[in-house]
């Protein structure tokens, strides 16, 4: 039963930072790679960037790169999404899951938590 518990969202001024962690269980959790996704009102759910088992990174939305990163603690079965330079257009619910190899695509993933919420805003 795969298990996702993401927090640290909020509410920031545009230029801030936040760093989302996301608690995972139900899996062996080093062996995967994990995706953050966003999803905006209106809009679908957008795979953000990915880390694979072996701490590979890839982006797939533009404009994140330089300003997202992506980490894990294998030890802590959990992962963190490090945002810096925050704009509006980061305002979104975040979400992150599974998936045997990276994916921007959100099909590969079958489990989500709640997600948490950023907005970013004066």
């Known amino acids: 039963q795969l298990q996702f518990v993401e927090s640290g969202g909020g509410l920031v001024q545009p230029g801030g930072s936040l760093r989302l962690s996301c608690v995972a269980s139900?899996?062996?959790?080093?062996?995967?790679?994990i995706g953050w996704f966003r999803q905006a009102p209106g809009k679908e759910r957008e795979g953000v960037l990915c880390i694979s088992s072996s701490d590979d990174i890839t982006y797939y939305t533009a404009g994140v790169k330089g300003r997202f990163t992506i980490s894990r603690d294998n030890a802590k079965n959990t992962a963190y999404l490090q945002m810096n330079s925050l704009n509006p257009e980061d305002t979104a619910v975040y979400y992150c899951a599974a998936s045997d190899l990276c994916s921007g695509y959100r099909y590969y993933y079958s489990s989500w938590g709640q997600g948490t919420q950023v907005t970013v805003s004066s």
């Open positions: 139900g899996f062996s959790f080093h062996a995967y790679a």
